[in-house]
């Protein structure tokens, strides 16, 4: 038999604990510690308010706050090509969707059904940060309410909200990727596929979307450095 087994087992409650320091008097009864809280308590009764009465007051988040995550409508259609980067970067697996293809727009993918489990969404921004359209954002919607498990999941109708109502978050996520990327990549709205394709003029001259890049990384070339950085 193992020698630790015949050791006595101290308890944290039993035992002298040498090193242990002894409460005083006035420690062990309390009250002085309950004045100390009270008086806080007090203090505090006479400081300006910074709670407010929600929901008849709302909390207007700056732009940097992550709420629930929305579809970008974009000229009354989502910019969404069903890339499923989104789907493959959240980490619960809230976000299930479906592609299709249309040959005669020329954004040609699209996704037939699109949905985020909003039971399973954690707000961590992924789907933001991976999606090549801007078309996925995080919104100031925080207050969410459901009572059956089938309400918590949004659909394409719930999930859609027009660029304009969304225009301080893509301006703060220019900003910021940008910053982080900017030099390498001059994040822009205007490098958008899709935003090309539905905005370039020269998406009317019948040029492939292969050709456009190609004189998109052109032009860029031809650029002097100093414009981009
Ligand atoms: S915010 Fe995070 S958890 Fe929620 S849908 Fe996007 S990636 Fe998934
Ligand atoms: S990453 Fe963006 S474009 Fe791709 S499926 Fe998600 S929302 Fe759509």
Known sequence: MPDNLEQPVTTALGGDHSGERKLKFLERIYLPEIFKALWYTLKQMFQPKFTMLYPE??????????????????DGQERCVACGLCARACPP???????????????????????INMLRCIYCG?????????????????????????????????LLQPKEELKERLDYLREYKNR?????????????????RNRDKRWETSLSLVEMIEEQRKEGNQQPDQERT
């Open 57 to 74: 007051e709302r909390f207007d988040p700056p732009a940097i706050f992550r709420g629930r995550p929305v579809l970008v409508e974009d």
């Open 126 to 158: 992924y789907c933001e940060d991976v999606c090549p359209e801007e078309a996925i954002v995080m919104s100031k919607d925080y207050d969410l309410v459901f009572t059956t498990r089938e309400e918590a999941v949004y659909d394409k109708s719930r």
């Open 93 to 115: 697996l809230a976000i299930s969707m479906q592609a299709s293809e249309i040959s005669d727009d020329p954004k040609e993918r699209y996704p037939t059904f699109f949905e």
């Open 180 to 196: 982080q990327f900017g030099k390498f990549w001059n994040f822009d709205e205007s490098n958008n596929i899709h935003s090309v």
